[in-house]
């Protein structure tokens, strides 16, 4: 693609992280090591210009998420903002800490959708996992709550070696809690997730029968709910285009106000990352450094220069290209073609049985305070 076509690209979706605070500490966690503290979050009156410049931009949907958006005050007043600029709202949750009357609240504001994250399909497990007692049985309530106020449900089911083999339970919640579309989400080993993936990290055989668990899945359940699902990326043999694209079809902002082409992207130092203080989001996708660095394919180097499929998946993922060679700009290893998919295989056969190292979070006090 010429660098005219990449100019007239607008993004579809924003992922507005309201806040770092969560109760949860989950060892997956993909908020960034350093978290923006409640004292430099956003207040609603921004989010609103925020909302109302993506509009602009050509946004269709943006994505309130964390952390945990519950753990903002003013969540109803920010959902009503983003509804009033004309934008499709999805609130993606933990579960824990919006109750039935906050929930009505946001619908009232206009909030048209909600996806909520399991670990597990029994409490026990979900408990452990999510590092948080009672978190399974809150975000049951939560779906319930959601499904009665007849908005679409997403269940989030995140599969590492822990749960994978009960991926058709998972699944059979899902239907259970009334969600008409489930995301089978693998994790996605950068950040935190780094820290536990000798732990995280299921085997082949795992992957092999909960691909084959799923498709049968599929078709058992054609026409009641939508399964999305991708092969780990360990085990992948090409790379996902991650987000479509660098800076092709999303932009991130994060609580404190810095906008990002994907909510990993800090991972990768050297990146100038610009402000919702200082710019205007247009500005900010059109001309901002960090969203330019690896946009469309001339900073491709090869294989991915002259690979049939680099305007398929770009190369794959910025962040794990850096987070496995140390080169921000090298082939995703996760591709066959690439020099460090050894490692990659390396890296998969790692087994940890340690305990998990938790998310935990000084705001969680916080949140627990306010909630």
């Not at 921004?46 to 309130?64: K, N, S, Y």
């Not at 498709?215 to 399964?227: A, D, F, P, T």
């Not at 002259?306 to 090298?330: H, I, N, V, Y």
């Not at 020099?339 to 949140?367: I, K, S």
């Amino acid at each position: 693609m010429d660098g005219g076509s990449e100019a007239r690209l607008r993004p579809l979706g924003l992922l507005a992280e309201l806040t770092h605070r969560c109760p949860l500490g989950c060892p997956y966690c993909s908020n960034p090591l350093a978290l923006d503290p409640r004292d430099v979050e956003l207040d609603a009156a921004t989010w609103g210009r925020i909302f109302r410049e993506a509009a602009a931009l050509g946004v269709l949907q943006t994505h309130l998420s964390g952390g945990e958006p519950g753990a903002r005050r003013d969540l109803v007043e920010i959902t009503a903002s983003a509804h009033d600029a004309g934008l499709y709202t999805n609130l993606i949750t933990s579960g824990v800490g919006i109750t039935a009357t906050r929930l009505a609240e946001l619908v009232e504001a206009g909030l048209d959708h909600v996806q909520v994250s399991i670990q597990d399909s029994f409490e026990a497990s979900a408990d452990h996992i999510a590092g948080y007692r009672g978190a399974f049985h809150r975000k049951q309530e939560l779906a319930r709550y959601a499904v009665q106020l007849k908005l679409p449900l997403t269940v989030n089911a995140v599969i590492h070696r822990a749960n994978i083999d009960r991926v058709g339970a998972m699944v059979e919640l899902a239907l259970e809690l009334g969600a008409k579309r489930i995301e089978v989400a693998h994790v996605q080993y950068y950040g935190w997730a780094l820290k536990n993936r000798a732990v995280l990290m299921p085997t082949r055989e795992q992957v092999d029968r909960a691909a084959t668990v799923v498709e049968q899945l599929r078709e058992r359940h054609h026409g009641r709910i939508v399964i999305d699902a991708v092969a780990p990326d360990y085990y992948a043999p090409y790379p996902k285009p991650c987000m479509g694209g660098w800076g092709r079809r999303s932009l991130n902002v994060t609580p404190a106000g810095k906008v990002l082409p994907c909510h990993a992207a800090e991972t990768i130092p050297g990146l100038e990352f610009w402000w919702v203080h200082t710019h205007t989001l247009a500005e900010i996708w059109h001309d901002s450094p960090a969203f330019n660095a690896f946009r469309g394919t001339e900073w491709m180097k090869q294989p991915c220069k002259s690979c049939p499929r680099r305007e398929r998946d770009f190369g794959g993922c910025r962040c794990q290209a850096f987070a496995l060679t140390g080169d921000a700009a090298a082939a995703d290893p996760v591709c066959h073609l690439s020099p460090d998919r050894a490692h990659v295989t390396a890296l998969a056969a790692v087994r940890d049985e340690a305990p998990y190292l938790y998310r935990r979070m000084e705001a969680r006090v916080q949140f627990e305070q306010t909630s």
